[in-house]
């Protein structure tokens, strides 16, 4: 689950992470108030105005502003607000902005240079060990980066036995060239970003950029946080910040009717029980010369219901030329899953898109049976391969 930035603030500052401070405004009322308040609190005289969307590149996209005046405040604010923010990360549609971010403002003058870093936790799902991944040319896209100077990317790899070690914060810190002051705060300040990556049970924290400021602080002014959806039950006040407004609405549909559904740019769409069976049915797709449109796990009880569910989200996307079902009856019984397919497809009406149907597993004979005697345009495949290829033949 993605939140947004001010939402992945809060969870470091509980956690003790200096960050850039801020406050989340609806509209430019509220921002220029925002402002006033953060005055007050910081004594910053100047503040930056972010757009709340669950992408990257906001300022290239003219998204992120600095403001001088509280008339500057309103008019970026007037002028964020309500735009639909085009960044390399949302594709060519864009976001909607529904709010900002009134952040201090934390490049302020001062003896010492100011210098950013990029900073990211994640799993390292080939070693099973968590992993620190840090550049010291942050605030530009790391896949610059690491395309065009790899030797400027760094890892720390953390072992789950003993967690993340002091010699470990001081190798990253050195490695960032740091030093005094500086080194001894970004020690402190991976240590407690470790923890919170850790504690709040997040598949990712990317921070981009970390700050030094000229008086050497090591705060972070940017969050990019994506929470382990398996782990939301340990949770419930961050399972509270998620913004359906920011997800699929299609994606949300499926969520709240307990299918797991993520959409994908190909034309064949896939219905099938089981997260192995699923990945296994879209690399057939591949090979048979389709592109998977989606990938949608109805779980152990595909009844009539679910499946027609399944349909009206697979046949929202008008680039959907060929629906492949595929069901392994093992908890579920085939001939529960064909009639409702069936059921489904009679309630629906008429679907001109081609429906390849194979079920396997418990009672598949009687489910192929089913399916062969319906009279409907749905064709039914007992192997895998032969249902790749029935949809490679309506595809061509």
Same mark, same amino acid.
Request: aromatic content about 6%; overall charge negative; glycine content about 10%.
């Given at each position: %689950?993605?939140?947004?930035?001010?939402?992945?603030?809060?969870?470091?500052?509980?956690?003790?992470?200096?960050?850039?401070?801020?406050?989340?405004?609806?509209?430019?009322?509220?921002?220029?108030?925002?402002?006033?308040?953060?005055?007050?609190?910081?004594?910053?005289?100047?503040?930056?105005?972010?757009?709340?969307? !669950?992408?990257?590149?906001?300022?290239?996209?003219?998204?992120?502003?600095?403001?001088?005046?509280?008339?500057?405040?309103?008019?970026?604010? *007037?002028?964020?607000?309500? %735009?639909?923010?085009?960044? !390399?990360?949302?594709?060519?549609?864009?976001?909607?902005?529904?709010?900002?971010?009134?952040?201090?403002?934390?490049?302020?003058?001062?003896?010492?240079?100011?210098?950013?870093?990029?900073?990211?936790?994640?799993?390292?799902?080939?070693?099973?060990?968590?992993?620190?991944?840090?550049?010291?040319?942050?605030?530009?896209?790391?896949?610059?980066?690491?395309?065009?100077?790899?030797?400027?990317?760094?890892?720390?790899?953390?072992? /789950?036995?003993?967690?993340?070690?002091?010699?470990?914060?001081?190798?990253?810190?050195?490695?960032?060239?740091?030093?005094?002051?500086?080194?001894?705060?970004?020690?402190?300040?991976?240590?407690?970003?470790?923890?919170?990556?850790?504690?709040?049970?997040?598949? %990712?924290?990317?921070?981009?950029?970390?700050?030094?400021?000229?008086?050497?602080?090591?705060?972070?002014?940017?969050?990019?946080?994506?929470?382990?959806?398996?782990?939301?039950?340990? !949770? /419930?006040?961050?399972?509270? %910040?998620?913004?359906?407004? *920011?997800?699929? /609405?299609?994606?949300?549909?499926?969520?709240?009717?307990?299918?797991?559904?993520?959409?994908?740019?190909?034309?064949?769409?896939?219905?099938?029980?089981?997260?192995?069976?699923?990945?296994?049915?879209?690399?057939?797709?591949?090979?048979?010369?389709?592109?998977?449109?989606?990938?949608?796990?109805?779980?152990?009880?595909?009844?009539?219901?679910?499946?027609?569910?399944?349909?009206?989200?697979?046949?929202?996307?008008?680039?959907?030329?060929?629906?492949?079902?595929?069901?392994?009856?093992?908890?579920?019984?085939?001939?529960?899953?064909?009639?409702?397919?069936?059921?489904?497809?009679?309630?629906?009406?008429?679907?001109?898109? /081609?429906?390849?149907?194979?079920?396997?597993?418990?009672?598949?004979?009687?489910?192929?049976?089913?399916?062969?005697?319906?009279?409907?345009?749905?064709?039914?495949?007992?192997?895998?391969?032969?249902?790749?290829?029935?949809?490679?033949?309506?595809?061509?």
């Amino acid at each position: %689950m993605n939140i947004h930035e001010f939402q992945g603030k809060s969870i470091l500052n509980s956690y003790g992470v200096a960050i850039q401070r801020g406050i989340v405004a609806k509209t430019a009322d509220e921002a220029v108030e925002a402002a006033k308040k953060i005055t007050e609190e910081t004594g910053t005289g100047w503040w930056v105005i972010k757009a709340q969307i !669950h992408a990257g590149g906001r300022g290239k996209g003219g998204g992120v502003k600095l403001a001088k005046t509280l008339d500057e405040v309103r008019s970026i604010s *007037e002028a964020i607000l309500g %735009m639909t923010l085009v960044t !390399h990360q949302t594709g060519p549609e864009g976001k909607f902005v529904n709010q900002i971010l009134i952040a201090e403002d934390v490049y302020y003058p001062g003896e010492t240079e100011t210098a950013e870093f990029y900073m990211s936790v994640l799993l390292n799902r080939e070693s099973g060990r968590n992993t620190i991944m840090y550049s010291p040319d942050g605030g530009v896209d790391i896949e610059t980066v690491a395309e065009s100077t790899p030797e400027r990317i760094f890892k720390e790899e953390v072992d /789950p036995r003993v967690g993340l070690q002091g010699f470990q914060t001081r190798r990253i810190a050195f490695n960032l060239g740091l030093s005094g002051k500086a080194f001894k705060d970004m020690v402190k300040f991976i240590s407690k970003l470790y923890a919170a990556y850790v504690g709040s049970d997040s598949a %990712m924290f990317e921070i981009n950029p970390v700050l030094k400021t000229s008086d050497n602080k090591i705060i972070a002014v940017d969050a990019k946080v994506d929470i382990e959806d398996n782990a939301l039950y340990r !949770h /419930p006040d961050y399972a509270a %910040m998620r913004d359906l407004n *920011e997800e699929d /609405p299609t994606e949300v549909e499926a969520m709240e009717a307990g299918l797991s559904f993520v959409k994908l740019d190909g034309n064949v769409g896939c219905m099938v029980n089981g997260a192995g069976l699923a990945m296994a049915t879209m690399d057939i797709i591949k090979l048979s010369g389709g592109n998977p449109a989606n990938f949608l796990d109805v779980g152990g009880t595909a009844d009539a219901e679910r499946v027609e569910k399944a349909f009206k989200m697979i046949l929202k996307d008008t680039n959907v030329k060929a629906i492949l079902v595929n069901i392994f009856g093992g908890i579920v019984r085939c001939d529960r899953v064909a009639q409702g397919v069936v059921d489904a497809y009679k309630n629906m009406g008429n679907i001109e898109i /081609p429906i390849i149907v194979r079920l396997q597993g418990t009672n598949a004979v009687e489910a192929k049976k089913i399916i062969d005697d319906s009279g409907l345009k749905v064709e039914s495949a007992i192997v895998l391969q032969e249902a790749a290829d029935k949809v490679k033949a309506v595809l061509s």
